[in-house]
């Protein structure tokens, strides 16, 4: 089974970048879908925010479109998610998570506080 870790997270003024890692343990050449998910403080579910396929298609929800890049590189068996333009409401909790329809493996996340 794959393992997903996340890294790259921290705090970071309005208006700034971050690019969050997520690194798996073996091979992401055969999983369809990652994609990178958050969730806001006080807000019980996690928000789908960008996915890639493998045959490189990419989506993005209305809230980031603009403003975010996802990418995989297989060859690394990571996925990258280039924020800019960073706002307060994108402080959450961020996720990777891999699957061939819902997500059925998780990382465990990592903070994204944006504030000045």
């Known amino acids: 089974q794959v393992t997903l870790v996340e890294s790259g997270g921290g705090l970071v003024q309005p208006g700034g970048s971050l690019r969050l890692t997520c690194a798996a343990s073996?091979?992401?050449?055969?999983?369809?879908?990652l994609a990178w998910h958050r969730q806001a403080p006080g807000k019980q579910q996690r928000e789908l925010i960008a996915?890639?396929?493998?045959?490189?298609?990419?989506e993005y929800a209305d809230s980031v479109r603009g403003r975010f890049t996802i990418s995989r590189d297989n060859a690394k068996n990571t996925v990258y998610l280039q924020m800019n333009a960073l706002k307060p409401e994108d402080t959450a909790v961020y996720y990777c998570?891999?699957?061939?329809?819902?997500?059925?493996?998780w990382g465990r996340g990592t903070q994204v506080t944006v504030s000045s």
């Open positions: 996915g890639v396929l493998s045959d490189g298609t990419t």
């Open positions: 073996g091979s992401i050449s055969s999983i369809l879908a």
């Open positions: 998570a891999g699957g061939s329809g819902l997500p059925s493996i």
